[in-house]
Nanobody, 126 residues
Framework: QVDLVESGGGWMQTGGPLKLSCTIS????????MGWFRQAPGKEREYVAA??????????HYANSVKRRFTITLDNAKNTLYLQMYSLKPGDTGIYFC?????????????????WGRGTQVTVSS
């Protein structure tokens, strides 16, 4: 397992941008997947985006609800995962969690991740 700490959450008006960060410590594996999930009040945790490395190629993946609005990136030199969010909507409100796992498959399933951060709150007002 690795230690993950999210930051960058806050309040934003509809249509605005916000960038989340997740600092990673203890990561030594060369194949991996790292993802962002979110949980709105009273709802199940849902997949947002992921980046995966199978040892040959790095790929990014997005939930349909955030495609073309959110971008996930990983800065290996800084050991930091980012989620750049644009055109925010009230439906994007929730606690955002980053997650990591040494296997590159199963990017959209939360049970496929073995390390989780504590989350950062994002609130989008209409």
């Amino acid at each position: 397992q690795v230690d993950l700490v999210e930051s960058g959450g806050g309040w934003m008006q509809t249509g605005g941008p916000l960038k989340l960060s997740c600092t990673i410590s203890g990561r030594t594996f060369t194949t991996y997947k790292m993802g962002w999930f979110r949980q709105a009040p009273g709802k199940e945790r849902e997949y947002v985006a992921a980046i995966a490395n199978n040892g040959v190629v790095v790929t990014t993946h997005y939930a349909n609800s955030v495609k073309r609005r959110f971008t996930i990136t990983l800065d290996n030199a800084k050991n930091t995962l980012y989620l750049q969010m644009y055109s925010l909507k009230p439906g994007d409100t929730g606690i955002y969690f980053c997650a990591a796992d040494p296997r590159s498959v199963g990017v959209a399933a939360d049970y496929e991740y073995d390390s989780w951060g504590r989350g950062t709150q994002v609130t989008v007002s209409s």
